[in-house]
Nanobody, 119 residues
Framework: QLQACGGGLVQAGGSLGLSCALS????????LGWYRQAPGKERELVAT???????NYADSVKGRFTISRDSAWNTVYLQMNSLKPEDTAVYYC???????????????WGQGTQVTVSS
């Protein structure tokens, strides 16, 4: 399971930090990341990193958002700076996990946390 928290209301130009804790049976993690969905829009990638060392950011957040994790891959963070009204969305954490050896990789989503940026 993934449990996300840290959303809220902030003025444009402000900062917020999100965190997402992983729990349950986990054998291996391929990727951790954050996605967001604004009203009337499709869910989009915000930032991800993989166990192979690749980190990706959406162009719209590069230089403003930073994804990180703890050393045990138990928690993934998203630090959001210089927030803009267009960053308003529900933010979801996602993990690509193999729960037991030899099983398939599965996509697991957190419950979503609302981020609202006022102008």
């Amino acid at each position: 399971q993934l449990q996300a928290c840290g959303g809220g209301l902030v003025q444009a130009g402000g900062s917020l930090g999100l965190s997402c804790a992983l729990s349950g049976t986990i054998y291996s993690i391929k990727a951790l990341g954050w996605y967001r969905q604004a009203p009337g829009k499709e869910r989009e990638l915000v930032a991800t990193f993989t166990s192979s060392g690749n980190t990706n950011y959406a162009d719209s957040v590069k230089g403003r958002f930073t994804i990180s994790r703890d050393s045990a891959w138990n928690t993934v963070y998203l630090q959001m700076n210089s927030l803009k009204p267009e960053d308003t969305a529900v933010y979801y954490c996602k993990a690509v996990i193999m729960d037991i050896p030899g099983s398939f990789w599965g996509d697991y989503w957190g419950q979503g946390t609302q981020v609202t940026v006022s102008s």
